[in-house]
């Protein structure tokens, strides 16, 4: 099912000149009970996207899939814990992406690889590639739902005022920064808990990226419930005492982090500068446990 939710999932970003009106969908309006952590993520770095390109490099394109970048504003991962211990997703397409182009699409496109085949399920779109592997999709507003049917399910079913008002405030952060290459809000215990005392959100922001010049500007900013807890984390951040594993290397380099206190909200600063001397593999699993929470 993984290929067919990540193939759905770019197949959406297609055009057509009979894209219905939008309703006021929300993202939050979107998240399964549960859900602990939403990523946003740019069209040319959302996963799916960069998966399916490596998928088809060798594979005929039909021509439904020639403007698929254009009509992708942005791409949403939610995560929630698996029964396994593990974690789930299911993810929001954010765009105008009608619906009768990606039921034909689809099949077009995976004809190659995979004999797929969609069909209506009540209000969902059901794409069978006939091993008993299924993915659906669900149409609200200018958002496409797409996972599993259950977590679809879940995701579409009218969430409650509590669960909105979580996530309204990072939600909202998210939307006023439309152009930021990567934004993730977590509720995760291993993310509110990584330095101190227990925050109450927390956000990871790539604002700058790029690779020609080699460029990387972010901010992690939690929020606490006292100003006591966020001068003490404050601090801690600026003695680099972190709730992550940290090589030499990069406990310097966290040494160098730009922290600010502004009242309950600590905000700590990074650019690429600062992990010059760590490695690669350093920084990158530093961004991934921050981004995911731990």
């Not at 299924?134 to 995701?155: C, E, H, Q």
């Not at 990567?182 to 990226?209: E, M, N």
Request: aromatic share 6%; proline share 7%.
């Amino acid at each position: 099912m993984r290929v067919v939710s990540l193939l759905l999932a770019v197949a959406a970003c297609s055009s057509s000149a009979t894209t219905p009106v939008a309703s006021p969908t929300t993202p939050e309006e979107l998240l399964a009970p549960g859900a602990v952590l939403v990523l946003r993520s740019r069209p040319d770095l959302f996963i799916p996207l960069a998966y399916t390109k490596e998928l088809f490099a060798h594979v005929p394109v039909p021509a439904c899939w020639t403007d698929l970048e254009s009509n992708l504003v942005a791409g949403w991962q939610i995560q929630l814990p698996g029964a396994d211990g593990r974690r789930t997703s299911y993810f929001l397409l954010e765009g105008d992406l009608p619906r009768a182009l990606i039921a034909t699409c689809i099949p077009a496109a995976l004809a190659p690889i995979i004999p797929m085949t969609a069909h209506d399920v009540g209000d969902l779109l059901e794409l069978d590639d006939g091993m008993g592997r299924k993915t659906y999709a669900a149409w609200r507003g200018r958002f496409i739902v797409v996972g599993s049917r259950d977590l679809v399910t879940a995701a579409t079913t009218p969430t409650t005022p509590a669960i909105r008002a979580r996530w309204h405030q990072a939600i909202t952060s998210a939307l006023a920064h439309p152009g930021a290459p990567t934004w993730a809000a977590s509720f995760d215990d291993i993310a509110l808990d990584l330095f101190g005392p227990k925050a109450i959100s927390f956000q990871f922001v790539i604002d700058t990226l790029s690779h020609e010049p080699q460029k990387l500007v972010g901010r992690v900013i939690a929020t606490y419930g006292t100003a006591a807890d966020a001068a003490t984390a404050a601090t801690r951040v600026k003695e680099a005492k972190l709730s992550l594993p940290a090589s030499p290397a990069l406990l310097a380099a966290l040494g160098q982090l730009k922290v600010t206190q502004d009242g309950l909200v600590v905000t700590v600063g990074f650019d690429y500068a600062m992990f010059s001397a760590v490695s690669q593999a350093d920084v990158a699993a530093l961004i991934g446990t921050l981004a995911a929470g731990g």
